[in-house]
């Protein structure tokens, strides 16, 4: 299994998280960190998406596929794979672990 990143931003409008992510669904590459935040931008949203694939797995493909997703401005593979999952590691170390714990913070 080989890991991919991807960039990808958007613009701000329901359910393009969810499209996006069912692409990787459909080529059988499951998504290891996931982020995503608006942007300094306006009605724009970024993604940063890291799956872990086998190694016919077509990046070019599914970064076509992306960019047809309706609200999606622009897509681009990230070549420093190992640097953009270890960021993405760490923030996943901090976040809580469990929905109750997410609820306690809230109140």
């Known amino acids: 299994m080989?890991?991919?990143a991807l960039s990808v931003t958007a613009e701000n409008h329901?359910?393009?998280l969810t499209k996006v992510?069912?692409?990787?669904?459909?080529?059988?590459a499951n998504i290891q960190y996931l982020a995503a935040a608006p942007t300094l931008?306006?009605?724009v949203s970024h993604m940063t998406i890291v799956v872990r694939a086998n190694d016919q797995f077509d990046v070019e493909d599914l970064i076509t596929h992306v960019?047809?997703?309706p609200h999606v401005?622009?897509?681009?593979?990230?070549?420093d794979v190992d640097a953009v999952a270890?960021?993405?590691?760490t923030t996943a170390d901090?976040?809580?672990?469990?929905?109750?714990?997410l609820t306690q913070r809230a109140f």
């Open 2 to 4: 080989k890991r991919h």
């Open 14 to 16: 329901p359910g393009v």
């Open 21 to 28: 992510c069912g692409l990787f669904a459909t080529r059988d």
């Open 41 to 43: 931008q306006k009605g």
């Open 67 to 69: 960019e047809q997703v």
């Open 73 to 79: 401005v622009a897509v681009e593979a990230i070549d």
């Open 86 to 89: 270890t960021e993405l590691q």
């Open 94 to 101: 901090r976040a809580p672990r469990t929905v109750g714990s």
